[in-house]
């Protein structure tokens, strides 16, 4: 079964740096073809893909983030890291992470974080 | 980038109803889409993929059409558990957009 946790700050400040972890079982990302993504979504708003990582440490970004945005993975613990730089209260939001099959396709993704950011 | 645009923008509908959702491309995507249904405060849930193949364990009166910008979702047979929100989302090149989301409530 696969399953994935996002976790980090739930209240951030402006200018501040977000970090959030993905921890993820059931499958690994040194395995061939595997892939995770980030996506957010503001309260009441649509969704909005940030980010992917492969398992061959191939990184796409968001093109209106990607100066904001970096992605990293620590296999041996089943890990994926979002960095975002200088918050701003628009960034608040649910943040998920999902597995990216081929396609790709967002599935399954996790419970999802929500981030405030205000002073 | 990709722009998703669905319609109509909002949808009322009654149990037992067929319902259709369109979602268009802002340039063709052959058949990179997938659709998600979201429920309030819950994750999204990965329904139809690469525009007409239905996601494991997904019921069967969800199915999914179309290719190059215009693509449909329908619903063919509207049971409670479907009054949800759904969103396309384009695969055919990162950066991967969403659309706007369409909101299905009871009538």
């Known amino acids: 079964q696969v399953t994935l946790k996002e976790s980090g700050p739930a209240l951030v400040k402006p200018t501040q740096t977000l970090t959030l972890t993905c921890t993820f079982s059931?499958?690994?990302?040194?395995?061939?073809?595997?892939?995770v993504s980030w996506i957010r979504q503001p309260p009441g708003k649509a969704l909005e893909w940030l980010a992917r990582?492969?398992?061959?440490?191939?990184?796409f970004y968001s093109t209106s983030l990607k100066t904001r945005l970096t992605i990293s993975k620590d296999t041996s613990k089943n890990q994926v890291v979002l960095t975002m730089t200088n918050m701003d209260p628009v960034d608040t939001a649910t943040y998920y992470c999902?597995?990216?099959?081929?396609?790709?396709?967002?599935?399954?993704w996790g419970q999802g974080t929500l981030v405030t950011v205000s002073s | 980038d990709i722009q998703m645009t669905q319609s109509p923008s909002s949808l009322s509908a009654s149990v037992g109803d067929r319902v259709t959702i369109t979602c268009r491309a802002s340039?063709?995507?052959?058949?990179?889409l997938n659709w998600y249904q979201q429920k309030p405060g819950k994750a999204p849930k990965l329904l139809i993929y690469?525009?007409?193949s239905l996601q494991r364990g997904v019921p069967s009166r969800f199915s999914g059409s179309g290719s190059g910008t215009d693509f449909t979702l329908t619903i063919s047979s509207l049971q409670p558990e479907d009054f949800a929100t759904y969103y396309c989302?384009?695969?055919?090149?990162?950066?991967?957009?969403f659309g706007q989301g369409i909101k299905l409530e009871i009538k």
């Open positions: 989302q384009q695969s055919y090149s990162s950066p991967y957009t």
């Open positions: 340039q063709s995507i052959s058949t990179y």
């Open positions: 690469a525009a007409s």
């Open positions: 999902a597995r990216t099959e081929t396609g790709p396709r967002f599935d399954p």
């Open positions: 990582i492969d398992w061959d440490d191939d990184k």
């Open positions: 059931g499958f690994s990302l040194s395995t061939s073809g595997m892939r």
